[in-house]
């Protein structure tokens, strides 16, 4: 149990653009979803906190405007990187939770390159 | 969250044990050791957990001090696939304020 998948695993795309990261829980409801980025050599950092059917909450220093979270049911969030630019590009790693299990997992990661 | 301190790099021989270390001096009594890895390019997995109790499970094996202030992980026969950065954390995973805090973890490289 607890398979969790991302979409897409890598994209590229222009500066300016948006670009929508889907992470599913196939298994398990989430109750909570966890957004966490990485860039290259360093850890994984925690971006934001989202219940579902509530507003997300944001670690100090991420921009809630530019990273949009939407948790609409159970087994569904999104994450869009709003008009991304060369530095927005990093490793998004979701990570769905549930009570279920009362357990945290790991999505295998979007890879984004924006040029 | 307690803080947790890992060293930065360690290197063990294919088929020895590895043993990566874990200082969490300020773990709280109602906090677990948990153990994470992360392959490159992949998603972090769950390695093991516990609480005061050795653990062992058919990936690896929990030692925690009696006193719960360090650990250690333990890979028994370590291959070329457990080459990744291994994350310690301290939680309390049944609460729903709890989420986990990543630091630099270890990074393991395995040598043939």
């Known amino acids: 149990g607890a398979v969790v998948s991302q979409h897409p695993s890598r994209v590229i795309c222009k500066s300016g653009t948006s670009v929508k990261i889907e992470c599913r829980s196939l298994?398990?409801?989430?109750?909570?979803m966890f957004w966490y980025r990485q860039f290259p050599k360093q850890s994984l950092m925690l971006m934001a906190t989202?219940?579902?059917?509530?507003?997300?909450?944001?670690e100090q220093g991420v921009e809630k405007d530019k990273f949009l979270i939407n948790h609409a049911s159970l087994t569904l969030s999104t994450l869009t990187v709003t008009s991304a630019h060369p530095e927005d590009s990093s490793f998004y790693i979701c990570?769905?939770?549930?009570?279920?299990?009362?357990?945290?997992?790991f999505g295998p990661g979007t890879r984004l390159t924006v040029l | 969250d307690a803080k947790t301190t890992q060293p930065t790099s360690m290197d063990c021989a294919e088929g020895r044990a590895a043993n990566l270390p874990c200082n969490h001096s300020?773990?709280?009594?109602?906090?677990?050791v948990y153990w994470y890895r992360q392959i490159h390019s992949q998603g972090p997995q769950y390695i093991i957990h516990?609480?005061?109790n050795n653990e062992t499970n058919e990936m690896a094996s929990l030692i925690i001090t009696e006193d719960r202030k360090s650990s250690t992980l333990i890979l028994p026969h370590a291959t070329l696939r457990d080459t990744a950065v291994y994350y310690c954390?301290?939680?309390?995973?049944?609460?729903?304020?709890?989420?986990?805090?990543f630091g630099s973890g270890t990074r393991l490289s395995i040598r043939p």
């Open positions: 990570s769905p939770r549930t009570l279920q299990y009362n357990e945290q997992f």
């Open positions: 954390i301290v939680r309390v995973p049944y609460s729903s304020a709890s989420k986990i805090i």
């Open positions: 516990g609480l005061k």
């Open positions: 298994d398990f409801q989430a109750t909570t």
């Open positions: 989202s219940n579902e059917g509530s507003k997300a909450t944001y």
């Open positions: 300020t773990i709280s009594g109602n906090e677990y």
